[in-house]
Every structure is written in C-alpha cells, then in structure tokens.
C-alpha cells in the first residue's frame, strides 16, 4: 500500500502512523543495555562478597573449634606432636586423634563442605615457660581470600609462687 501524499511517497506510514525505524530501536537497545551493565556488575560483585563472606566464617568456625579443643589436651601429649611439621586433618573426619590411640588427643570435629582444608601445626617456642605455639591453618579452595590462620599459645607453667 504506496500512500502518496505532495507528491512524496510515504510508505512508511501506516494508518496514519509512522512506524519505529531500525536506527531507533538500535538507540533503545543501546540504551538498555548502558543502563544495565551498572546493576548487573552491583549484583555480581554483591554475590561475590557473599561467597568470601561465607567462606570465612566457615574456616573461622573450623579453626576456633580446634583451637577451642587444644585448650584443655594436656601439654606432654601436645609435646610428641611439637616440632613444626603440618598435620593434615580430613575436611569430612568426625574425630582426629593427634597422638594415635590416645583418647586425650581427640578432637571431635564438625566436617567441612568440599573444598576446605584444615591442618594443625605445633611448635615449641623457645622461652622459659616452656610453652607451643598451635597453629591451625583453615583453606578454601574456592575463597583464598576466606583463608584463616589462628594460633594459640599453650603453656606447661602457669606460673604463680
């Protein structure tokens, strides 16, 4: 249907109307997508914090839980261990013996999602107090930036007169 209006052909009105152009819908497209890069790098670098968020307090959780448990082992027993190797404790165990076979030395244990590490180091420092240093190390394998390294220092003397 060639509408001829002045003399000029108008095909591009319909019932009276002019319909939206190619170059017009490109600028809409363009516009949208200028709006909404903005909103959608908020959304991705929000999921991304929740993510570290929660891997922290899982590694948090995990460390203090051992540590929490190294506090009450007595210190000879701590002591066989002592010397600065790591010990790699399962990230599904339930229970983990430092010393085999010594219920003294178990820690009962909350296991891990997948891709978490935990593993204890101990090591004596060299003071008078004669006292080691516990180091529990908690990674993730997704979140490094959720890794944690708590330390506690366990005495033999309290001292005291």
């Known amino acids: 249907m060639n509408i001829i209006k002045n ?16 170059v017009e819908i490109l600028i809409a497209v363009v516009c949208f ?34 540590l929490n448990q ?24 339930k229970t983990f013996y430092l010393v085999e076979n010594n219920g003294k030395t178990r820690f009962t244990l909350t296991p891990l999602p ?21 180091v529990v190390t908690v990674k993730s394998t997704d979140q490094q930036r959720g890794n944690i390294e708590m330390g506690q220092t366990v005495s033999r003397n309290f001292g005291g007169k």
């Open 114 to 134: 997948p891709g978490f590490t935990r593993e204890i180091t101990i090591n004596q420092r060299d003071d008078e107090l004669e006292s080691f240093q516990v």
């Open 70 to 93: 190294v506090i009450l082992m007595p210190v000879n027993l701590l002591e066989k261990k002592a010397g600065g190797t790591v010990i790699p404790i399962p990230s599904n165990a």
């Open 33 to 66: 997508i200028a709006a909404a890069i903005p909103i959608i790098s908020v959304f991705s670098f929000s999921m991304e914090n929740a993510k570290i968020i929660q891997a922290k307090s899982i590694t948090y959780s995990a460390a203090s839980e051992i």
């Open 7 to 22: 003399g000029i052909s108008d095909w591009w009105l319909v019932n009276g109307k002019r319909a939206q152009g190619l």
